[in-house]
């Protein structure tokens, strides 16, 4: 099953929010809840077979 990830950077706060509703329609065939990409590591991208950037 392929997974897909959810990377967002965001100011405001926005994004984030817009992510969140984003996993939440999505359910199963996201791999983990949305990530920040300011608290990453690039392995965790390619740890993924599709990406959703915000």
Do not use: C, W, Y
């Amino acid at each position: 099953m392929k997974t897909i990830g959810i990377f967002f950077g965001t100011e405001t706060g926005t994004t984030r929010l817009i992510a969140k509703r984003i996993h939440k329609k999505l359910g199963e065939q996201i791999a983990s809840k949305p990530l920040n990409v300011n608290r990453i590591s690039p392995a965790e991208f390619l740890a993924h077979d599709a990406l959703i950037l915000g």
